[in-house]
């Protein structure tokens, strides 16, 4: 079964054990099924159109749930989760109660992400003005070259852009993050909006809760390891 996706260590990529933490999960539940996965990379908004309506594809891996989307696909059950946070600089700290309190702050987003129906709500309404990159990588260098007080990145893919060998240890601890602004929000597979893609979807759902996907996800973890930056 074929999907589309975008290079996203550690949860999606091709020099990864099983493509990924969510290459790994998706690869499980579809050898439930009897099936193995075939896992194709571009940049989102090509993995987004070809997923969603290229007859060989089954699918997008994997996705925020939110209204917008439930009208393009047919959304399985949970297939892992992502921790959105807030970086930014040690020396340079952004203390934020809440995120309306970011109102003011030039924050770095990647372009085509969903942040949470919070957080976009606030930037539809113009009451946060954010920089829309087109990598995380971008933004992370950008924010340590101060041309962003802050940026929004999950955490585990701050945590492993930050461990490889790109980064000195003293950029590594001039980055900390922030978590209480953002929940956890669970990911899912997002099936092509056919009949087909819903009973795919309908087996999907029901082959994965015959999968231990948490032993799976803790398994990933402590196979590849993690370097931390800081917590405010």
């Not at 091709?14 to 099936?35: F, I, K, Y």
């Not at 439930?70 to 995120?99: K, M, N, W, Y």
């Not at 113009?126 to 990145?153: C, M, P, Q, T």
């Amino acid at each position: 079964m074929r999907f589309a996706t975008e290079e996203w260590p550690p949860f999606f990529s091709s020099a990864l054990p099983d493509n990924g933490l969510t290459g790994a999960l998706l690869g499980a539940v579809l050898e439930r099924m009897g099936h193995m996965a075939q896992i194709d990379y571009f940049p989102w908004k090509r993995a987004m159109e070809f997923g969603l309506h290229d007859r060989r594809y089954a699918g997008v891996v994997a996705m925020f749930r939110t209204p917008e989307r439930e009208q393009l696909c047919h959304f399985s059950s949970a297939i892992g989760s992502r921790q959105t946070v807030l970086a930014f600089l040690r020396d340079e700290p952004v203390s934020a109660a809440t995120l309306a309190d970011l109102r003011g702050v030039r924050v770095g987003t990647v372009a085509g992400y969903s942040n949470g129906e919070q957080f976009d709500g606030l930037v539809r309404a113009g009451v946060l003005k954010v920089e829309e990159g087109v990598s995380d990588e971008i933004n992370l260098r950008k924010l340590l070259g101060r041309r962003f007080s802050a940026i929004v990145v999950e955490k585990h893919m701050l945590r492993y852009l930050m461990a490889g060998g790109r980064y000195t240890k003293a950029e590594r601890e001039r980055v900390v993050i922030a978590e209480h602004l953002f929940r956890e929000r669970p990911v899912h597979v997002c099936f092509q909006r056919t009949e087909e893609g819903l009973r795919r979807q309908q087996a999907f759902s029901e082959a994965a809760r015959e999968v231990d996907l948490a032993r799976i996800e803790r398994d990933y973890w402590r196979g590849i390891g993690e370097a931390a930056p800081a917590r405010q």
